[in-house]
């Protein structure tokens, strides 16, 4: 069972910036064979996939983000970070990490909140 915990949230204004970490811990050796994606869910909206990572490290974003985040992965620490810039209020959210096809359990995510 691997466990997924997140981190680097925060309160930032308009246009500033964010790291977001995922640590994996538990079956580690499946964290190196699964695309990895970042979500996002605003207070009264479902759940989205933002970014997504093959193991190859192919990126793919949402529009709404692209150009904005960038995605990556450190296969020897088993972590996924997200690099957010330009953020806008309409990005807050609670970020989680979880493969692409989130089969995994859901960490407890990370709270990002842009105001000013």
């Known amino acids: 069972q691997v466990q997924l915990v997140e981190s680097g949230g925060g309160l930032v204004q308009p246009g500033g910036s964010l790291r977001l970490s995922c640590a994996a811990s538990g079956v580690i050796f499946h964290f190196n064979f699964n695309a990895m994606g970042w979500y996002r869910q605003a207070p009264g909206k479902e759940r989205e996939l933002v970014a997504t990572?093959?193991?190859?490290?192919?990126?793919n974003y949402v529009e709404s983000v692209k150009d904005r985040f960038t995605i990556s992965r450190d296969n020897a620490k088993n972590t996924v970070y997200l690099q957010m810039n330009s953020l806008k209020p309409e990005d807050t959210a609670v970020y989680y990490c979880n493969t692409r096809d989130s089969k995994w359990n859901w960490g407890q995510g990370t709270q990002v909140t842009v105001s000013s």
């Open positions: 990572i093959t193991t190859g490290g192919t990126t």
